[in-house]
């Protein structure tokens, strides 16, 4: 039949022939252990959501810094996809070059350095976010 499905739950395994007692975590703890691994900032949907905070080092740069809500396990990469832009609160640019600082990014915090084509103000504050698109994101990652 292709409808037998077999649900197990509750297992741990173990290295050797001595079992040790079960952890049981509770999701923020294990959420939290992830997390030192790998993070993931995604619109979910919203169409301007933000991802970083920073300020423009010109007209066509910006520093936007990342903190991590958990320290990961070592100094992570960065990857972005979909249509970002460097805002502020009355216009945004749209980013075009994108790149994770890593003189200045250590496991508990990230620096990224968004370019765009021209338009920002030096020293003034922008917001690193998605361009009208629900699905964008920035990931950074430390595996193994």
Known sequence: STSN???ITGVQLEVGSVA???EHRSFGQELGLCQRYFLHFGADGA???RYAMGVSIN?????MRVEFPNQMRTVPTFTSSGNL???SAQAGQAVTSISLETNTCTKNHGQIIAGCSSGLTAHRPYFLESNNNTT???QFSAEL
């Open 5 to 7: 499905n077999w649900y």
């Open 136 to 138: 964008s994101n920035i």
């Open 47 to 49: 169409p301007f959501a």
């Open 59 to 63: 007209a066509t740069n910006s520093a």
């Open 85 to 87: 832009s460097i805002s």
């Open 20 to 22: 040790t007692d079960f």
